[in-house]
């Protein structure tokens, strides 16, 4: 328990049910009476949010073991996708700036997991590719990825996670989300205001 008297991960649970509790002028006109046990979120959106930041968190140890973050497998996945893509063409679909990618890119190299190769077509431009080690780790990824989406959706028969796969799908699409870019790719350039 901590100051506020609830565990440490119902803050969560606290804060997004107050979020979409009734406005204040329908609860309780006594504004000092004690708060009653706090009731679950409502809404899908609550349970998106804490599954995908319990799936990723769970998805960047199991990648950890093999000395990767998320992102450095989402560039592999990418790269192997399309061998000898460009580091410009790769931050355009990432919807990054290209110094960003070349960062991370610089990262790979260091493992030894991709090469730049000079473009035969234009000299200024690089070239990526896996190397055969990072194609094996690629592999090593796939498998564990594999690993986790079964340890997930654990509850689910294969209809159930069929049909989940196919909801969320639907939702992204409508949502305007990049197909197989992970959001988190992408930092803002500015903060988000405070209304207030």
């Known amino acids: 328990m901590n100051q ?3 565990a440490p991960d119902d803050w ?3 804060l997004y049910d107050d979020l979409l509790a009734d406005p204040p002028t329908s609860r309780s006109a006594t504004p000092d009476a004690p708060a009653g046990p706090a009731t679950a979120p409502r809404g899908a959106a609550f349970l998106l949010a804490q599954i995908g930041a319990h799936a990723a968190a769970r998805f960047a140890e199991r990648v950890g073991e093999l000395g990767l973050t998320p992102p450095d497998v989402g560039l592999l996945r990418m790269i192997a996708g399309q061998p ?3 580091q410009r063409s790769l931050a355009e679909d990432l919807g990054v700036v290209p110094s960003r990618v070349v ?6 190299e260091g493992k030894g997991l991709v090469e730049r190769r000079r473009s035969a077509e234009d000299r200024r431009n690089h070239e990526l590719h896996l190397t055969a080690d990072g194609r094996r780790t690629l592999g090593a990824v796939s498998r564990k990825a594999a690993a986790h989406e079964d340890d997930l959706l654990a ?3 294969p209809a159930q996670r069929a049909h989940l796969h196919e909801l969320l799908d639907r939702v992204a699409a409508e949502q305007g989300l990049t197909p197989g870019v992970h959001p988190g790719y992408r930092t ?4 988000p205001r405070r209304r207030g």
């Open 4 to 6: 506020h008297g609830t």
């Open 12 to 14: 969560w649970h606290k």
């Open 84 to 86: 000898g893509r460009s």
């Open 103 to 108: 960062a991370l890119i610089d990262g790979l």
């Open 155 to 157: 509850a689910l028969d």
């Open 188 to 191: 803002p350039a500015t903060s």
